[in-house]
């Protein structure tokens, strides 16, 4: 069966809060480091050891696309933990990361988000419709194509520009992947561009904070995985920045799954995103 003529155009914001409060159950009923420790034995599409609650959230989004699927929708979802799901349709895809941050969540430590795209196509360029919530900071972020971005209901600011220390240097610049042996790599240029660094330990949330200008500029200092960054990317693009995969051949074509098939750069001024994708990775 064909994708309906729907599909897109589905309740998606709908959909995805009502994942969230399953989450927020979720979570709730396992508050102990101890308790979010504990692993299923096996590993996601992207080859990460996969912790129970990151198991019980991704059964709480795919209940809830499941519904959908009742309903008539027909689509194809990715998922960090179980990988490619057939829905009935290819024309439409979901991509879910249940638990971005995942060690976060496991510490109970600040940032940790349910990351939800859809789009039409195969890349990032293809994005649709983008819905980010951080557990830690409870804030919830969107974006639809063509439309804006949102956090909290209320519509980002596209003109907000960066900010710039006196000696030119970004104020702030968020970094993610942040093994130390990344950091230390990295470690001329980020001097060079940035005059403080920021890690949260959750790419989709970092990206939100560039959408909102609260940071200047990210970068992953080690390929990035599309799961964690296809709704976050569009939420910055409708918030007014820019984004970049640079290690392909155009911006945007980072695929949405779960491999790492780049770095990850994003900016509120298309120069600074020149001047990040130009980092000796």
């Given at each position: 069966m064909g994708t309906t003529p729907t599909a897109l155009d589905a309740d998606w914001l709908k959909l995805c809060r009502h994942a969230v409060d399953g989450l927020d159950e979720i979570l709730a009923a396992a508050p102990t480091?101890?308790?979010?420790?504990r692993e299923t034995g096996t590993r996601g599409s992207g080859g990460d050891r996969t912790l129970e609650i990151d198991s019980s959230a991704e059964t709480v989004v795919?209940?809830?696309?499941?519904?959908?699927?009742?309903?008539?929708?027909?689509f194809r979802?990715?998922?960090?933990?179980?990988?490619?799901?057939?829905?009935?349709?290819?024309?439409?895809?979901?991509?879910?990361?249940?638990?971005?941050?995942?060690?976060?969540?496991?510490?109970?430590?600040?940032?940790?988000?349910?990351?939800?795209?859809?789009?039409?196509?195969?890349?990032?360029?293809?994005?649709?419709f983008g819905f980010v919530y951080d557990f830690g900071a409870?804030?919830?972020?969107?974006?639809?194509?063509?439309?804006?971005?949102?956090?909290?209901?209320?519509?980002l600011d596209p003109s907000l520009p960066e900010r710039r220390s006196r000696d030119g240097?970004?104020?702030?610049?968020?970094?993610?992947?942040?093994?130390?042996r990344s950091v230390q790599a990295a470690i001329e240029p980020l001097a060079t561009s940035a005059r403080r660094l920021r890690a949260l330990g959750t790419i989709a949330s970092t990206l939100c904070q560039v959408a909102a200008a609260r940071f200047d500029a990210m970068v992953t200092l080690q390929r990035s995985r599309g799961v964690d960054a296809a709704?976050?990317?569009?939420?910055?693009?409708?918030?007014?920045?820019?984004?970049?995969?640079?290690?392909?051949?155009?911006?945007?074509?980072?695929?949405?799954?779960?491999?790492?098939?780049?770095?990850?750069?994003?900016?509120?001024?298309?120069?600074?995103?020149?001047?990040?994708?130009?980092?000796?990775?």
């Amino acid at each position: 069966m064909g994708t309906t003529p729907t599909a897109l155009d589905a309740d998606w914001l709908k959909l995805c809060r009502h994942a969230v409060d399953g989450l927020d159950e979720i979570l709730a009923a396992a508050p102990t480091t101890v308790e979010r420790a504990r692993e299923t034995g096996t590993r996601g599409s992207g080859g990460d050891r996969t912790l129970e609650i990151d198991s019980s959230a991704e059964t709480v989004v795919f209940e809830q696309l499941e519904a959908l699927h009742d309903e008539g929708h027909r689509f194809r979802a990715v998922s960090e933990e179980r990988g490619e799901v057939d829905f009935g349709g290819d024309d439409v895809v979901v991509i879910i990361d249940p638990i971005d941050g995942s060690l976060n969540a496991k510490r109970d430590a600040c940032h940790y988000a349910l990351s939800i795209a859809v789009a039409d196509g195969a890349t990032m360029a293809d994005v649709a419709f983008g819905f980010v919530y951080d557990f830690g900071a409870h804030e919830q972020w969107w974006a639809r194509r063509g439309e804006g971005a949102w956090r909290d209901g209320t519509q980002l600011d596209p003109s907000l520009p960066e900010r710039r220390s006196r000696d030119g240097r970004l104020e702030l610049l968020g970094i993610e992947s942040s093994d130390p042996r990344s950091v230390q790599a990295a470690i001329e240029p980020l001097a060079t561009s940035a005059r403080r660094l920021r890690a949260l330990g959750t790419i989709a949330s970092t990206l939100c904070q560039v959408a909102a200008a609260r940071f200047d500029a990210m970068v992953t200092l080690q390929r990035s995985r599309g799961v964690d960054a296809a709704a976050g990317q569009l939420i910055v693009r409708e918030g007014g920045g820019f984004v970049s995969f640079p290690d392909l051949d155009r911006p945007l074509d980072a695929p949405l799954d779960a491999t790492a098939s780049s770095h990850l750069v994003a900016a509120r001024s298309r120069e600074t995103l020149r001047e990040l994708e130009a980092f000796p990775w």
